[in-house]
């Protein structure tokens, strides 16, 4: 297909295509002529992937370029990649107490649920941060509720992988593991608020 059938397939404006391909971060297309290239299912799903990452992670193009890379490189474990991929688009609330009492909330918490996490896990410090600023607030989960908190995260992310094993290649299932962090996020919550409406209904509608 033509620079222009590629743009009508993926949605991607011609000039914003054309500025990938100077970035490196789409492929070259066959050339056909001086002026003219051909190009291929593989460049759909390479724009899609990267649509994915600059409009829902709203990454910055060297992060892209870098997810990118791990993408291509087949040393890098599926693990890892999917890790380069989470890890770009998660940041860090911030909090002013102490961490320390957090740091062991959350120690508890994952050893409740058995989860295996690379010390440098950049989620390890949000988690830490929002539990510090729970605790400033005194508002502290408490054991029961953290620990349920984080057997329906993992309940999450079951799901979360068994979307990413119905995949047919490591492209697919980077965009899947973005999406369904970024949005699947946001669903999440809006899942809860309905949850809580509803809980909330059955315990104290009559005012009891």
Avoid at 15 to 41: F, V
Avoid at 51 to 74: F, H, K, Q, T, Y
Avoid at 127 to 143: I, K, N, T
């Amino acid at each position: 297909m033509r620079v222009s059938d590629l743009s009508r397939s993926s949605g991607v404006p011609v000039a914003t295509i054309k500025y990938y391909l100077r970035e490196g971060l789409l492929p070259r297309g066959e050339t056909t002529s001086p002026n003219q290239a051909r190009y291929d299912d593989t460049h759909l799903r390479r724009l899609r992937l990267i649509r994915a990452l600059v409009e829902v992670g709203g990454l910055p193009i060297a992060n892209v370029r870098e997810v990118l890379s791990a993408v291509d490189d087949p040393a890098v474990s599926l693990h890892a990649m999917l890790g380069r991929t989470v890890y770009a688009i998660t940041g860090d609330v911030g909090a002013s107490g102490s961490l320390d009492e957090a740091e062991a909330d959350l120690e508890q918490a994952m050893t409740h649920v058995d989860w295996q996490v690379e010390h440098g896990a950049p989620a390890l410090a949000g988690a830490r941060s929002v539990l510090a600023r729970m605790r400033e607030l005194g508002l502290a989960p408490g054991d029961t509720t953290l620990r349920a908190w984080a057997e329906a995260a993992d309940r999450a992310a079951e799901g979360d992988m068994a979307a990413i094993g119905r995949t047919t290649g490591r492209e697919e299932a980077a965009e899947t593991a973005l999406i369904g962090t970024v949005l699947g996020d946001a669903l999440l919550a809006a899942l809860r608020r309905i949850a809580q409406e509803s809980r909330s209904a059955q315990l104290y509608r009559d005012g009891s």
